[in-house]
Every structure is written in C-alpha cells, then in structure tokens.
C-alpha cells in the first residue's frame, strides 16, 4: 500500500504543474506493465484516461476496470498489427498509433463492422530511427486527407515520439518539428481533425510542453518503474 501511496502524490504533483502552466492539457497515464490496482489509485487520484500497448494485456485490465468505473477512457498507444485491429477498436475508445493508411482502412472495417466510432491519432515519425513508425513529414498530408474520409474512425490529431535522451533538450527539435507539421494539417483539414497532438512522456514531457503539446503520456513519472 506504501507504493499506492506515492500515486496518488505523483498525479498530484504533475496535475498542478499542468493546471498551474498549461491549462487544458491532458495527462494520459499509462499503465502498461501496471496492475488494476495501480489504474485505481489513479482514478481516485483523478484521473480517467489510461493507455495501454498491448491489447492482450490490456483487455483484462480494461474489463476489470469498466466492471467498477464509468467514464474512463482507454488509448492504444502501442504499435498495432492490421490483424488486431478488430480487437483494438472493441476495447479501445482512441487508436493513437495508426500509422498507415491501410492500417486506418483496416480499423475503419472493424468500426462499420461493430458499429462504433472510435477516434485515431496518427503516428508522425520525426525521429530519423529506423526501428520507429510512423508517417513522414512528405507523406502525412495526403494520408490525413484520406483517412479524414474514412467511416467509423474519427481523425483527431497526430501522435509523435522523440529519439530517447538523458536530456530532454535533445527532444525538443523533433518537438517543434511535430508542432509545426500539426499546425499546417490544422489548417488543411476539415474543423476538428487536428485537435491533439500527444507529445512527450516521463523524461522529455515539459519540453513537449514548451513545444505545443496538447497530450503528455506518462508512465513511469506517475507509477515507478516497471516490473518486467
């Protein structure tokens, strides 16, 4: 119980950062590696968006959840196969990792399929890795304009990750980089489209913020480290 503990005192810590210098931000926690137990703390703490990376994992802690609260909202935040989106967009309320157009195709299927709308973000890769996702900077206008169009799925902004750093500032670049690729598909999409951008986790998120970030995901920074 002494680890709860420090939930709640670690969500309180960040909320009144963000309250206090970036008024309507929101804070995703996310609790993949994290048991139901930890989720609930955090809902006491108040929170009530959680994202998970993957599904098998997530299916069982998010039927657990329901079971008990109303209201809360689930991300996928973790690469999703096409072969899973099906089970994705049962238990998932947000996709923020769609980074294909066939893959959006694919999600838009299982919606008209299951009669449900579910909101998407796609990925933006910044980060010159080989080993990230994502859409490029060429490439993500026309896809957005497609996906827009797509039924069943509800294009709401763009997800993006920076290269992994000791030191934040090295994340920045990529940052603003995503910032500004969000604000000219704001201005050529259809009003609503480009809402969120989900930026920054535990060791790079108040960059993120200086850079425009409407979304942090925070894991570790709210709940420890993880048991693998």
């Not at 703390?41 to 069982?60: D, M, P, T, V, Y």
């Not at 797509?150 to 709401?156: A, E, H, Q, S, Y």
């Not at 535990?202 to 942090?216: K, P």
């Amino acid at each position: 119980m002494q680890e709860l503990k420090y939930i709640g005192e670690n969500i309180e810590q960040i909320k009144g950062f963000l309250e206090s210098s970036y008024a309507g931000v929101k804070l995703l926690a996310v609790t993949k590696n994290f048991s139901a137990a930890d989720i609930e703390e955090a809902i006491k703490a108040g929170l009530n968006e959680f994202g998970e990376s993957r599904i098998q994992e997530a299916g069982a802690k998010i039927e657990e959840i329901n079971l008990k609260y109303q209201g809360i909202k689930w991300h996928d935040i973790g690469h999703l196969q096409g072969n899973k989106a099906g089970k994705a967009v049962k238990i998932f309320d947000c996709i923020q990792s769609v980074d294909s157009v066939k893959l959006a195709e694919k999600i838009s299927k299982s919606c008209v399929e299951q009669e449900k709308q579910i909101e998407i973000l796609l990925e933006l890769k910044v980060s010159p890795e080989e080993a990230k996702a994502g859409f490029r900077e060429d490439e993500i206008s026309a896809a957005a304009g497609n996906i827009a169009l797509l039924p069943g799925v509800k294009l709401k902004g763009l997800m993006t990750m920076a290269p992994y750093s000791a030191d934040m500032e090295n994340a920045r670049p990529f940052f603003k980089r995503a910032r500004s690729i969000f604000d000219r598909l704001k201005k050529n999409l259809p009003a609503g489209c480009m809402e969120v951008l989900s930026m920054g986790m535990s060791g790079d998120y108040r960059a993120a913020l200086e850079e425009g970030s409407t979304m942090v995901r925070i894991g570790t920074g709210i709940f420890g480290k993880r048991k693998y």
